[in-house]
């Protein structure tokens, strides 16, 4: 369960986030707004990759700016841009990469890789360098790496930003496939069919929080699109 409580953010003089208090504890949950309303920086603070300037953000209890690396174990984060994240030169060297340091024997990382390669159809690509993959394979491998670390939620910062039509279908369809709890950050309304919960941020505020028709129904009048 993420718990964010009275947090606000600022980078340098400007604050993007201000005065936000939420609960998040439904298994499908998207945050969606205007480019630069804050959404990004929502996402990293669940993970502890940014914390907040005042306020606290409490994963499962623990706090991410104290427990950042316990918390960075638990909560996957997949990037808008997946060569941000792909490391290595070929696929499978890729997946097993976040594996290590991780207390796993050789024999188990091999295990999860292979597995990882077979979940996410990846297998005959198993040994492709990773540079020369389609960004819709990229992404791919972007989401099964953070996946093979069987974390305990996943939260996907506008994951088909960069994808074609074919490629979003895959990656929406690996996302209703998870079991883990997800929060995902996207412009993509398409994408958000079958969520629990869509909150809205405009200029920095949590403006509104409910179930996805109410939620995006406010959000199309707030952009003026209907
Ligand atoms: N590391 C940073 N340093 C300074 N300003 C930043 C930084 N990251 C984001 N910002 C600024 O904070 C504001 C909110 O950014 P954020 O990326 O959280 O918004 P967003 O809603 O995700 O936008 P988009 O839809 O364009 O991705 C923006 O004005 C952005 O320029």
């Known amino acids: 369960m993420f718990r964010i409580e009275e947090v606000e953010h ?41 914390v907040p300037t005042s306020g606290t953000v409490t994963v499962d209890g623990l706090d991410t700016r104290k427990d950042g690396r316990r918390i960075r174990a638990k909560v996957g984060f997949v990037f808008q841009d997946p060569d941000l994240q ?17 207390g796993l024997s050789k024999a188990d990382i091999d295990q999860r890789v292979e597995q990882a390669l077979e979940d996410n159809g990846l297998r005959d690509l198993r040994d492709q360098p990773a540079h020369l993959l389609s960004g819709g394979q990229k992404q791919r491998l972007a989401i099964a790496s953070v996946l093979a670390t069987a974390p305990r939620y996943v939260v996907f ?4 930003t960069m994808l ?17 709890p997800v929060v995902v950050v996207s412009h993509d309304m398409d994408l958000l069919e079958g969520f629990d919960r869509v909150l809205v941020f ?8 409910g179930p996805p028709d109410v939620s995006i129904a406010f959000y199309l009048e707030l952009m003026g699109a209907c």
């Open 86 to 102: 792909i490391v290595m030169p070929t696929v499978a060297e890729d997946l097993a990469f976040g594996l290590k340091h991780r």
């Open 157 to 160: 910062d506008e994951p088909t």
């Open 202 to 209: 405009d200029e920095g505020r949590l403006v509104a929080d």
């Open 164 to 180: 074609d039509l074919r490629s979003k279908r895959q990656i929406a369809r690996v996302m209703a496939e998870l079991e883990q």
């Open 10 to 50: 600022r980078y340098g003089d400007r604050t993007v986030l201000r005065d936000v208090s939420v609960e998040l504890t439904e298994r499908r949950v998207a945050v969606v707004g205007a480019n630069g309303s804050g959404k990004s920086t929502f996402a990293r603070l669940l993970n502890g990759l940014v």
